[in-house]
């Protein structure tokens, strides 16, 4: 069996707060504590959690644009964790990004053309002869487009040539950052449709950050989930949408709107239940994450953080609910 593509291992970013006026340390904020995941060739990871999650910020460390606390990041065989800019630029030709806003992801001053000759240049195998015409083509805009600027496009427009621009040195991973979060419903759908029929063409892996579990359920083989800066569970991604074990997922699943109204207003009286049920108030270190506001938290959650153990969808959960395998030692 082949090694993963992307493997991430006991990730851990740490920032450090504003100065204080008074004396003393500043503050540590730990947005990524502990993550380890893989992602194989060709397959889309989808990471998902509420705002603060970590999600992004894991994201953007295997891009290099945080520096990891510690942990490893492997991408093709190489730790790229920490890597200088000179080394990175050489061995990660291969990683490439979509933001979520695609009115400020491209410089409005650079017509079309210009932006993606600018992103083949950097390809030394010339990958398949693309130029800026032939990419626009690849995202279903016209070719004629390509001396115009940014500014004369709409929303879902710009996200396609933000999504050419890292097609263009034929990438073997693509970190999509909210991609769709700042359209339209009616555009996210095309993009999320154009994202999948590129993968399946280029043979791409994605990993594929958003909040809205719906859309990374359609495009993904795997769905990870974060609270806290730590995974939460991890398995296909039809089952822990449909069977989700950890009591976090079954909240983000439940606050899925449905267009049936008697079953939403039943789902909205279930989540009510499960948030009103759950202990009231912010948790301090140490323990499970989430026990502030599970509620099926008990005096284990309170103190010993859960590893992640076998889930009964056949992917895994860090939950005390679940037995955990032989030799597992909680933290």
Known sequence: MSEPLLTIDDLVVE???????????????????????????????????????????????????????????????????????????????NLQVVFQNPYSSLNPALTVRTILDEAVSVAADGPDGRDAERLLELVGLDRTHADRYPHQFSGGQRQRIAIARALAVNPRLVVCDEP??????????????????????????????????????????????????????????????????????????????????????????????????????????????FRGRCPQAHDTCETVRPVMRPAPHGGTVACHLYPAEEGATDR
């Open 180 to 289: 769709v979060s700042a359209l339209d419903v009616s555009t996210r759908g095309q993009i999320i449709n154009l994202l999948e029929d590129l993968r399946e063409e280029f043979a791409m892996a994605y990993l594929f950050i958003a909040h809205d579990l719906t859309i990374v359920r359609h495009l993904s083989h795997r769905i990870a989930v974060m609270f806290r800066g730590q995974l939460m569970e991890v398995g296909d991604a039809d089952a822990v949408a449909s069977e989700p074990a950890h009591p976090y997922t079954r909240s983000l699943v439940a606050a899925v709107p449905v267009p049936d109204p008697a079953r939403q207003r039943q789902r909205r009286t279930e989540r009510a239940r499960l948030i009103a049920s759950g202990p009231a108030g912010a948790v301090g270190p140490g323990g499970c994450p």
């Open 15 to 93: 920032f450090t707060g504003p100065r204080r006026m008074f004396v003393g340390p500043r503050p540590v904020f730990r947005a990524v504590d502990g993550v380890s995941l893989t992602i194989d060739r060709g397959e889309t990871l989808g990471l998902v959690g509420e705002s603060g999650s970590g999600k992004t910020t894991t994201g953007r460390a295997v891009l290099g644009l945080v520096t990891p606390t510690s942990g490893r990041i492997d991408f093709e065989g190489h730790d790229i964790a920490g890597i200088a800019p000179t080394d990175r630029g050489r061995i990660i030709r």
